[in-house]
Nanobody
Framework: QVQLVESGGGLVQAGESLRLTCVAS????????LRWYHQAPGQQRQLVATLNSDSTTEYADSVKGRFTISKDGTSNTVYLQMDRLKIEDTGVYYC???????????????WGQGTQVTVSS
């Protein structure tokens, strides 16, 4: 059973940094991408960072140059380094893993429970 567990959220002041961690377990098929989403209060969940299987990365314009997604070697641990945080970065951050449909039976997308990030002025 695939499980994703996020950690690292907290309360920080604007301009400070946080590093979120997502540990994925139970994955036996190929991963096509690892992603971080941000859900601001009262808003829909938005994709902020993607790490593809070919090691390319993609970022939302709102976080480009401030956030960095990375992976811990061959383990299924993915990080989101968040620098120069802004008040509008406040919200719940979710980790998501997308699995290869050619090698996966069942659910292709798995989510963590989320971790709260609050940025104060």
């Amino acid at each position: 059973q695939v499980q994703l567990v996020e950690s690292g959220g907290g309360l920080v002041q604007a301009g400070e940094s946080l590093r979120l961690t997502c540990v994925a377990s139970g994955i036996i098929s190929k991963i096509t991408s690892l992603r971080w989403y941000h859900q601001a209060p009262g808003q829909q969940r938005q994709l902020v960072a993607t790490l593809n299987s070919d090691s390319t990365t993609e970022y939302a314009d709102s976080v480009k140059g401030r956030f960095t997604i990375s992976k811990d070697g061959t383990s299924n641990t993915v990080y989101l380094q968040m620098d120069r945080l802004k008040i509008e970065d406040t919200g719940v951050y979710y980790c998501m893993v997308a699995l290869d449909p050619m090698t996966t039976l069942g659910t292709l997308y798995h989510w963590g429970q989320g971790t709260q990030v609050t940025v104060s002025s």
